[in-house]
């Protein structure tokens, strides 16, 4: 998934000798991608519909009433840490908000060659469907584990983050649960990685930290069930 992010702008750079591959996909092929990102993309917005209802939800309508992506700038978050102080015990949901992926995280993985330090590549930004932000999950689990901008993962003290916002990150998908698998988590794992680095780059980890074990997809449901969600 980083060579894909890093070769997105540039295959040529990245993604030489390019395997050769027919110009037009077989039809079977192409029909079958578009109805899955046809279906996500609708399951998506069914399911944005119900979360814009809740009061902790924060998102930017778009014109046709769905959601459209918000710019998670550090003015944002320390904004959002504000409301977090206000009330502790309240989790806040944001709907599409976006972060630029740290040139540091990248520097990270790919040493320098021939002095040369600089990546050929545009860096591009991650878009999470769902972030939360509180400290209430950690009633979910017997330990808090925080994922650190160098990779690490370290057990936290719950009594010590009254001042720390936890950070956690759903993916909303069009999978039925059962088939959930660890692809569908590596795409996880990258946002909360890069997330960590970004928190790092804007000096924020005084008061938040990206939980490294509760995150996870938001799997297929049915109308009934989505009509059912009270609050999250």
Not at 192 to 206: P, S, W
Not at 208 to 232: T, W
């Amino acid at each position: 998934m980083i060579f894909l992010e890093l070769g997105k702008n540039k295959p040529y750079l990245w993604f030489d000798p390019v395997r050769s591959v027919p110009s037009t996909p077989p039809e079977r092929l192409m029909f079958q991608q578009k109805y899955l990102k046809d279906k996500g993309k609708e399951y998506e917005n069914n399911v944005y519909s119900h979360l814009m209802r809740l009061s902790n939800s924060h998102f930017k309508p778009n014109v046709s009433g769905g959601v459209s992506a918000s710019l998670l700038t550090k003015e944002a978050l320390e904004a959002f840490h504000d409301l977090f102080l206000k009330n502790p015990n309240n989790t806040l949901m944001l709907l599409e908000y976006q972060f630029k992926i740290p040139e540091a995280y990248f520097n990270t993985l790919f040493t320098s060659k021939n002095g040369i330090k600089i990546l050929p590549v545009d860096f591009s930004g991650q878009r999470p469907d769902i972030i939360f932000l509180g400290n209430q999950l950690n009633e979910l689990v017997d330990k808090v584990y925080e994922t650190t901008y160098d990779g690490a993962v370290r057990e936290l003290q719950k009594e010590k983050l009254q001042n720390r916002c936890g950070i956690s990150v759903f993916d909303i998908k069009y999978i039925q649960e059962e088939n959930v698998s660890k692809k569908n988590f590596l795409e996880i794992l990258y946002y909360l990685k890069t997330l960590a680095v970004y928190i790092k780059e804007k000096n924020l980890e005084d008061i938040f930290y990206v939980r490294a074990n509760y995150n996870g997809i938001f799997p297929l449901r049915d109308e009934k069930l989505l009509q059912k969600i009270k609050g999250i």
